[in-house]
T-cell receptor, first 114, second 113 residues
Framework: EAQVTQNPRYLITVTGKKLTVTCSQN?????MSWYRQDPGLGLRQIYY???????DKGDVPEGYKVSRKEKRNFPLILESPSPNQTSLYFC?????????????FGQGTRLTVV | AQTVTQSQPEMSVQEAETVTLSCTYD???????LFWYKQPPSRQMILVIR??????QNATENRFSVNFQKAAKSFSLKISDSQLGDAAMYFC??????????FGTGTRLQVFP
C-alpha cells in the first residue's frame, strides 16, 4: 500500500530537549516536504527536499533542521524545541513527474512542548 | 507572493442539502493547480478535488464540484447532498511549479441531521 508514515503520532516534550520526527514514503517520490498546521494559519511549509542530499527552506524554517540521506526518509529535527513549536506536523511526498499529482500526506504528529 | 484566502472559518449545512465553501487566491501566474483537501477528525489530509488552471471546465468528483473563475481568482467548492461524513475541516490549496502547496486557513464544516 502506497503511504507516508510518520512517527510518533503524539509527542510531549520539554523545552530544549532535542527530538526527531521520522517520515518515510514507499512510493519512490522525489519531492518531500514538512508542514506545520496551526489554528487560523492553515498549513505552512517548513522545509522541502527535491531529492537525496537536496534540501531547502520553506516559509517557516526557524528552529528546525532536516536531512535527506535516503530517498524514502525525510526526518524533521528540533534541536532545542520551544513552546512556540507546539503544533500539528505533516510530512508529504509528491512525484516529480507532475505538479497536478496528489501530494501524499502522513498521518500527522501532534507535538506539545512544555 | 501567492496567497490563498478562505473567508469562512465555519459553515454548517443540513444533511442532504448543498453547501458552497469559498476560496480566493492571488497569483500572477497563468498556469497553476488548485486543490481542495478534507481533514476529518482523524487528521488525515484527503484530496477531494483538483483543478488545472488552463482547463476551463470545472472539475467534478461525485458529489463534489468546483466553480473555477480564473479571472476573478476564485475557486469555490460545492458539496451536494451533504452527508454526516462530510463534516471536517476543508483546506483550499495552490501549487505552481514546485511541490510546495500554499494553503488557506481552512473552513470547518458542520453537518446537521
Amino acid at each position: 500500500e502506497a503511504q507516508v508514515t510518520q512517527n510518533p503520532r503524539y509527542l510531549i516534550t520539554v523545552t530544549g530537549k532535542k527530538l526527531t520526527v521520522t517520515c518515510s514514503q514507499n512510493m519512490n517520490h522525489e519531492y518531500m516536504s514538512w508542514y506545520r498546521q496551526d489554528p487560523g494559519l492553515g498549513l505552512r511549509q517548513i522545509y522541502y527536499s527535491m531529492n537525496v542530499e537536496v534540501t531547502d527552506k520553506g516559509d517557516v524554517p526557524e528552529g528546525y533542521k532536516v536531512s535527506r540521506k535516503e530517498k524514502r526518509n525525510f526526518p524533521l529535527i528540533l534541536e532545542s524545541p520551544s513552546p512556540n513549536q507546539t503544533s500539528l506536523y505533516f510530512c508529504a511526498s509528491t512525484p516529480f513527474s507532475s505538479l497536478n499529482t496528489e501530494a501524499f500526506f502522513g498521518q500527522g504528529t501532534r507535538l506539545t512542548v512544555v | 507572493a501567492q496567497t490563498v484566502t478562505q473567508s469562512q472559518p465555519e459553515m454548517s449545512v443540513q444533511e442532504a442539502e448543498t453547501v458552497t465553501l469559498s476560496c480566493t487566491y492571488d497569483t500572477s501566474e497563468s498556469d497553476y493547480y488548485l486543490f481542495w483537501y478534507k481533514q476529518p477528525p482523524s487528521r488525515q489530509m484527503i484530496l477531494v478535488i483538483r483543478q488545472e488552471a488552463y482547463k476551463q471546465q470545472n472539475a467534478t468528483e461525485n458529489r463534489f464540484s468546483v466553480n473555477f473563475q480564473k479571472a476573478a481568482k476564485s475557486f469555490s467548492l460545492k458539496i451536494s447532498d451533504s452527508q454526516l461524513g462530510d463534516a471536517a475541516m476543508y483546506f483550499c490549496a495552490y501549487r505552481f511549479n514546485t511541490d510546495k502547496l500554499i494553503f488557506g486557513t481552512g473552513t470547518r464544516l458542520q453537518v446537521f441531521p
